[in-house]
Nanobody, 116 residues
Framework: QVQLVESGGGLVQPGRSLRLSCAAA????????MAWYREAPGKQREWIAT???????FYADAMRDRVTISGDVAKNTVYLQLNNLQSDDTGVYYC??????????WGQGTQVIVSS
């Protein structure tokens, strides 16, 4: 069973930054890509960014100016740098990995609260 674990969330003031981490307990090169999603209170889970196994990043238009995805998918590790955080960035941030067999695995999420 593949497990993904997110970390790095917490309480942060508006305008500050956070770096989230995701690591998977899996064999190397398990995933074709890894991605970050966010679930804000009362809203559906939304996609933020994806990093492919070749190192190519992709971003949701609404987030691309304030986030950076990085890491090494072959080593089952991905990061999300969040900048200039605002109150509507509050939510649970999830990491997802998709295997070469099209199976998706999700982490349990890490909570981010943006508040003064």
């Amino acid at each position: 069973q593949v497990q993904l674990v997110e970390s790095g969330g917490g309480l942060v003031q508006p305008g500050r930054s956070l770096r989230l981490s995701c690591a998977a307990a899996a064999a190397p090169s398990t995933f074709t890509h890894m991605a970050w999603y966010r679930e804000a209170p009362g809203k559906q889970r939304e996609w933020i960014a994806t990093l492919t196994s070749t190192g190519s990043p992709f971003y949701a238009d609404a987030m691309r100016d304030r986030v950076t995805i990085s890491g090494d998918v072959a080593k089952n590790t991905v990061y999300l740098q969040l900048n200039n955080l605002q109150s509507d960035d509050t939510g649970v941030y999830y990491c997802k990995g998709k295997t070469w067999g099209d199976i998706e695995y999700w982490g349990q999420g890490t909570q981010v609260i943006v508040s003064s």
